[in-house]
């Protein structure tokens, strides 16, 4: 059974940073494609990054050059470095591996202004 435990979130001020990780059991991610995801009250989840199997990266365009997602196989990690945070950036984000069809718990990010 494929397990996404994220960690890192928390309370910041806006122009802060902070280092979501998810680490994954059960499943390489080696063999994935990984996603961060997230989700504000009262809106639909959305997809912030994501990472290929063989390394290849996508952001969503209100986070690109502030949000980089990156891996470790070895480590079966998943990260998301999030530079410049804004209160619009305010979500509980979540961990996804597509293959498996799982998410993990999620970790809430809370920017203030």
């Known amino acids: 059974q494929v397990q996404l435990v994220e960690s890192g979130g928390g309370l910041v001020q806006a122009g802060g940073s902070l280092t979501l990780s998810c680490v994954v059991s059960g499943r390489g991610i080696n063999t994935s494609t990984m996603g961060w995801w997230r989700q504000a009250p009262g809106k639909q989840r959305e997809l912030v990054a994501g990472?290929?199997?063989?390394?290849?990266?996508t952001h969503k365009a209100a986070v690109k050059g502030r949000f980089t997602i990156s891996k470790n196989n070895a480590r079966n990690t998943v990260f998301l470095q999030m530079n410049g945070l804004k209160p619009e950036d305010t979500a509980v984000y979540y961990c996804?591996?597509?293959?498996?069809?799982?998410w993990g718990q999620g970790t809430q990010v809370t920017v203030s202004s």
């Open positions: 996804h591996m597509v293959e498996a069809l799982s």
């Open positions: 990472i290929t199997e063989n390394g290849l990266t």
